[in-house]
């Protein structure tokens, strides 16, 4: 389902060349389709870089993206909003519109792509119901406490019914109690067969939920990392 092939990424400073900051060095790692991993590392490791690879919000310096099956360094510009259809993603500030229901909020994703109303009804209560908020779509995300709103935050993710969920520390701001319901979520949607990619600083969490550990250090992938050849 994704696959990194020897990926870096460098950013380079202004007024230098051929310097700059390696964000991620040689990166090999692999997903299979319905497989939950997190992804870890100290603050300023690549992990937010890895996942914006994956979005198509940055282009690897060197090496190959592969999802689902196609080289994201082919797709041309207007194949970009195709290809993140097919990846949900989940931040830890929710990203809500305040000035919109929850209703609107998650159903913005199909509006882009050019749902018909009917069917955007259809999937958004669809979401809804998947994260227990069904009932909730008259209210304004910001009368909904801070559990709510990243179950707005996920029902938005996965109104596209994508193959691939990427989560940017969807924990970071909730207590133990409401983690553990909202990577319960992120199981449920694993065991229909979504791959799941989680980023956090949560080691407690990781640890309790047993799942494979991607570890970056220093933009090198120290634990996870498959060997360089594994690919053929």
Known sequence: MVRFDRVSKRYSSPGTQGGGKEALSSVNFELQRGEFAFLTGHSGAGKSTLLKLMMLMERPSRGQ????????????????????????????????????????????????????????????????????????????????????????GIARAVVNKPP??????????????????????????QQVGVTVLIATHDI????????RRLILDQGSMVQGQLQEGVYG
Not at 105 to 110: C, G, H, R, S
Not at 180 to 189: A, C, P, V
Request: hydrophobic share 45%.
């Open 164 to 189: 691939l969920l990427l989560a940017d520390e969807p924990t970071g701001n909730l207590d133990p109690e409401l983690s553990e319901e909202i990577m319960k979520l992120f199981t449920r949607f």
């Open 204 to 211: 407690a969490l990781i640890e309790r939920m047993g799942h």
């Open 65 to 152: 993206v592969i999802i689902d099956g196609q080289n994201l360094a082919r797709l041309r510009p207007s194949q970009v909003p195709f290809h993140r259809r097919k990846v949900g993603v989940v931040f830890q500030n929710h990203q809500l519109l305040f000035d919109r229901s929850v209703f609107d909020n998650v159903a913005l994703p199909l509006q882009i792509a050019g749902f018909t109303p009917a069917e955007a009804g259809r999937r958004v209560r669809a979401a809804l119901d998947s994260v227990g908020l069904l009932g909730m779509e008259k209210r304004n995300p910001i009368e909904l406490s801070g559990g709510e709103q990243q179950r707005v």
